[in-house]
């Protein structure tokens, strides 16, 4: 007997979802075993020690030389599956995405603009992503912050207090290209920033030591 | 004080984590009474019958299952559990939607010995707290 097929034609599953089931499954999954191997090696270090302490002399100088080794190899492995969970986080929080004054955006901050009336300008965005990026660059004190305009976007520079890594363009892309490299940086929270902003299709970039954010004017914001 | 005078049932299938979250809790709380249970078939019945104000150390996937769906049925049953639920990795959402079901807390699984320390102290204090209320 030959099996018909089915009638109905199945759903397929969007690329994004794929890529959004991977990064958790990479991210959690491989976690798992990882922190078994940390915490193995942990247990064994602390009997080595207590054994040592024991009888007054380090009995396996090798065995913790390795137990080290080993724990130190797991926290690099943790570092890097702890930024795709980062990534992995941000491209699936959500967003409030509404209307509201610059002066709003950046309440707390000192602007400085060739723009007239910047306090007339509205922008369409969600605002947390926007705050956590000035947080983060500048800390928690009031930060000079540059306001620039086009047609379609206020254009905000963002100047940094922490030290950013000569690095120009994008920080996502640098993360992409190399874990290693980037995981566990101020890289690494720039790139998750970047994330949940280009989902509102909101440009991002580093360039001369500062991050610009490309905020889209809403209709009706003054000229 | 005693604090570590309570049952405890640690729900996770990945073995050598139960066998080090058990390590952990005999050090910290040597007088706890420390179930394991590592195969997830059957759990849902064998939790209902858990100690009386035992608390529960939840894996969050449980053979591939998202354990959070088990919460307010077990709850529902035997109220005086206390469920904390544990991941290797937990986003804020998840962390919502297991407080929301019952859960008295969830936590992602520390990757130090230090860290575990601290995260089953913290659940057994607040476990406590729950059971004296």
């Keep these: ?223 | 004080m005693n604090q570590g005078a309570v049952p405890v049932v640690i729900v996770d299938d990945e073995v050598d984590h139960a066998i080090i979250i058990r390590r952990v809790l005999a050090a910290i709380a040597p007088y706890a009474a420390v179930d394991v249970m590592t195969d997830p078939h059957g759990v849902e019945d064998r939790l209902l019958q858990a100690p009386f104000r035992a608390l529960l150390l939840m894996d969050r996937m449980l053979a591939g299952r998202q354990s959070i769906d088990l919460i307010p049925g077990l709850l529902h049953a035997r109220p005086d559990l206390s469920i904390a639920l544990l991941s290797a990795a937990l986003s804020d959402e998840d962390r919502k939607r297991a407080l929301a079901a019952g859960a008295v807390a969830a936590a992602e699984k520390p990757g130090t010995l230090d860290g575990w320390r601290m995260l089953l102290r913290e659940l057994l204090g607040l476990h406590r707290a729950r059971s004296v209320a």
């Design chain 1, 1 to 223: 007997m030959t099996a018909s097929p089915p009638s109905a034609v199945p759903k397929t599953e969007s690329p994004e979802d794929i890529l959004d089931a991977l990064l958790f499954s990479v991210s959690h999954d491989l976690r798992s075993p990882l922190l078994t191997l940390s915490l193995s090696a942990e247990l064994i270090r602390e009997s080595v020690d207590a054994a040592g302490d024991a009888n007054g002399v380090d009995q396996a100088g090798n065995t913790a030389v390795a137990l080290d080794a080993l724990k130190q190899g797991a926290e690099d492995l943790e570092r890097m599956l702890s930024a795709l969970t980062t990534v992995s986080r941000a491209r699936r929080r959500e967003q409030e995405i509404r209307t509201l004054p610059v002066r709003v955006l950046l309440g707390g901050h000192v602007v400085s603009s060739n723009v007239e009336h910047p306090e007339g300008l509205t922008v369409r965005v969600d605002a947390t992503p926007v705050r956590e990026l000035i947080d983060r660059l500048c800390g928690e004190d009031p930060a000079e912050i540059r306001l620039g305009r086009t047609d379609t976007h206020v254009i905000l520079r963002i100047p940094s207090r922490a030290d950013l890594p000569v690095l120009d363009g994008s920080p996502l892309i640098a993360l992409a290209r190399s874990l290693q490299l980037w995981a566990g940086t101020i890289v690494e929270d720039l790139a998750s920033l970047q994330l949940q902003l280009a989902r509102q299709a909101v440009p991002m970039e580093l360039a001369d030591g500062a991050v610009y954010v490309w905020l889209p004017v809403s209709a009706g914001s003054s000229r």
